[in-house]
């Protein structure tokens, strides 16, 4: 066992309680559970939102594909970037204006029934799940490394943890969990960047014509087709990349944390700042464990490459930088995850069960007790689905996730806003189909069959051939969405949608 090591991830926790322990003095009503009752401001947001984003698959999954399969790992980090563009001029705003704590908020402003509601909550949980699976994998081969605790007992650590933030602290925890994580995570990254250039003597042509033979992939190390021979597979990640962090449920519901949509748009514009110069860092971190680990010695340790950051800052700055590092890797995973529990729980316990169980008449104080409740549950059953991906890439998983929100959850929010004919079968449809129609693509994908015994979750051939479904689920999503609308004899309120158009463009409640 790393004593240093042990020692920083100790410092974390405690931080991280103490925070907790503040926050649930705090947290009373229902507000202050799922919004931190909007009183974050815009750099705050901003912060809380790069750290949720920064996730585990950013700063351990990335670093790693970069690593093994070079120019494909930026792929990443490219659609991760680009995607916070949709966000920033499609999403935040209308969100803001039209939602109070969930998604299903927003779609309830237009079509006020229980299962909009219902179908809503569902996707929610599926995906945060989804996303949750691969901070947990990242967690546990990270501590098992470090600590040389077994996968297991790791995963359980930190499920137990991310339960305490989010059943005692709610979003005021959360939040700030967040801001904690993302500061130290750019200082980290920061720390390591500076040390790998400066080893290619500060020279961006140096460090590329070194990188053409640091690898045993050689000069292709710098050409795209090293992971994804199909083409196509490139385009249905970039989609879902692109497309998928608008459909986020843990994202979306950072917008509900402050107190108008103008700070909304700010926190997106701070959120995007740091997490540019962030995915800049990643091209360092890759290169950097390709050449001074080696493809060798970041296989032996985690095949999928999850450990590549960690060992590259051993490599660099000894055991202090490596337990420095493995300590911020394992804030980063607690702060995501807490985000993920706390946007499951609220979509069970307001729009399922405060909405469609109780009616409207759930008190404060029995929303809060359901959303607790309903977050030990999920962190449950996410703890069990984590122990059977232990061999997938963290990155990989994540862009299964944003697959799914992209399928799901973005066709229905950009219909609401923007097509007038749209009806509440249309929203139940393309909510339906896109989730399923993405989460049976992946079952059937080579991410869960191969041939070779080890290589995915079963052995035998994959029906579906590629690795992601967003090129085929995502306009599925839409196809159903806009066929659901046209079939359905319900005709769309006009009348709402014009107030709905005004609402989420200005905030202006009625016209």
Do not use: C
Not at 240 to 247: E, I, P, Q, R
């Amino acid at each position: 066992m790393n004593g240093l090591a042990f020692t920083l991830f100790l410092i974390i926790v405690a931080l991280t309680l103490v925070i907790t322990y503040m926050a649930s003095k705090k947290t009373k009503t229902s507000s202050d559970f799922y919004t931190a009752d909007g009183s974050l401001t815009g750099w705050q947001n901003g912060l809380a939102i790069a750290g949720d984003y920064m996730s585990a698959a950013s700063f351990l999954g990335i670093a790693g594909m970069v690593a093994l399969s070079g120019f494909d790992g930026f792929f990443y980090s490219i659609g991760f970037l680009v995607a916070y563009l949709v966000v920033l001029y499609v999403v935040a705003e209308p969100l803001r204006n039209l939602g109070k704590y969930t998604m299903a908020d927003m779609i309830a402003a237009r079509f006020d029934e229980k299962k909009v509601r219902g179908v809503a909550a569902m996707n929610t949980i599926a995906i945060s799940i989804f996303y949750m699976i691969a901070q947990l994998v990242g967690a546990g081969a990270l501590i098992k490394l470090l600590l040389g605790i077994d996968y297991v007992y790791s995963v359980l650590i930190v499920g137990i943890l991310m339960t305490i933030y989010v059943v005692f602290g709610g979003m005021m925890a959360t939040s700030w969990v967040q801001i904690v994580k993302a500061v130290l995570l750019m200082g980290g990254t920061f720390i390591i960047s500076f040390i790998v250039f400066a080893k290619f003597d500060f020279s961006v042509a140096e460090m590329f014509r070194q990188m053409q033979t640091a690898t045993p992939l050689g000069e292709n190390f710098l050409n795209p087709g090293n992971k994804f021979k199909n083409p196509l597979d490139t385009i249905s990640l970039n989609l879902a990349l692109v497309l998928g962090t608008a459909g986020l449920p843990h994202i979306l519901i950072r917008f509900f944390t402050v107190k108008d949509a103008i700070t909304a748009r700010q926190s997106v514009v701070y959120a995007t700042w740091i997490i540019g110069i962030f995915y800049v860092f990643t091209i360092f971190l890759g290169f950097g464990a390709a050449a001074f680990v080696g493809y060798d010695e970041i296989v032996a340790a985690n095949a999928a490459g999850n450990m590549a950051a960690p060992l590259l800052a051993k490599a660099l700055g000894g055991d202090f930088l490596f337990a420095f590092i493995s300590a911020v890797a394992f804030a980063t995973i607690l702060a995501v995850v807490a985000g993920l529990v706390l946007s499951a729980a609220s979509a069970f316990a307001h729009d399922f069960y405060s909405h469609i169980l109780r009616k409207g008449k759930a008190t404060d104080k029995e929303q809060v007790v359901a959303a607790r409740w309903a977050s030990i549950g999920v962190s449950i059953l996410s703890i069990i689905l984590a122990l059977f991906a232990q061999k997938m890439n963290v990155a990989f998983l994540v862009a299964l996730a944003f697959a799914v929100a992209a399928s799901a959850n973005l066709p229905i929010i950009m219909l609401t806003i923007f097509w007038k004919r749209f009806n509440t079968t249309g929203a139940v449809t393309g909510m339906v189909v896109g989730l399923f129609s993405a989460l049976i693509l992946v079952a059937i994908s080579p991410n869960v069959w191969s041939p070779e015994a080890g290589v995915a979750i079963l052995v035998g051939e994959p029906l579906f051939s590629l690795s992601n479904p967003g090129i085929v689920s995502i306009p599925l999503g839409f196809i159903a969405a806009v066929v659901g609308t046209l079939l359905s004899s319900k005709k769309a309120d006009e009348k709402k949608f014009d107030e709905i158009l005004v609402k989420a463009n200005t905030g202006i409640k009625s016209l």
